[in-house]
């Protein structure tokens, strides 16, 4: 599959804080809706996603939720349910030809990276450890995918110890978490960096 690399992008991304704790009414003209993620958490949105069937992804730092088409929430989950660990996404959310949507998170306990997929219901199907090793430090940067392919691609950055330098990582996976190739190359984006797909699974960074 042809891979375009293209000189680094910066992504700007308008975050929504929810740090208040009541946010003030909804603009019935405008048509804003409100919606809470989980009861006493405090969180900032950072990714948008709509999914085949018209329902949307919200990611943030700790959680995924998903609102239904007209607005209404479904479900909102913690990426961290079955632990304790420090676990945050910065990277972005992609949703698949059958609704289901995967998050690229980092667990700052155990200095790893991975992909997480989770049914249209909430439920964690499968998940991916980046194959980066822990002192290299990985970072999310990225995620997105190419409904046409059914493809899921990955921007990572690391320290490579042995040649005392940071590196990127781009990875493509199928949805079935399944690594089908991936490149690596000396530079560092201090956290900043942004991937796409076009339908033939290009991909452009």
Known sequence: MKKILLPAAIACLCAVCAFAEEPPEPDDDFGINYFEIIPGEYESLLNLEQSADGSFYVGGYDTLTKLEADGEKAWS????????????????I????????????SNYDSYQ???????????????????????TYPAILDLTGSKAQDEI?????????????????????????????????????????????????????
């Open 77 to 92: 989950v913690l990426y961290n349910a079955d632990s304790y660990d420090y676990i945050i996404s910065l990277g972005g």
């Open 94 to 105: 992609f949703s698949d030809s059958e609704n289901n949507a995967y998050a690229e998170v």
């Open 113 to 135: 990276t991975s992909i997480l997929k989770y049914s249209p219901y909430g439920e964690v199907k499968k998940s991916a450890v980046l194959p980066l090793a822990p002192d």
């Open 153 to 205: 691609y990955v921007l990572a950055e690391y320290y490579d110890n042995a040649a005392a330098q940071g590196k990127v990582f781009i990875g493509r996976y199928n949805t079935e978490l399944e690594i089908v190739s991936s490149v690596t190359f000396s530079g560092l984006n201090w956290g900043i960096g942004a991937l796409e797909a076009d339908n033939s699974g290009n991909i452009y960074y």
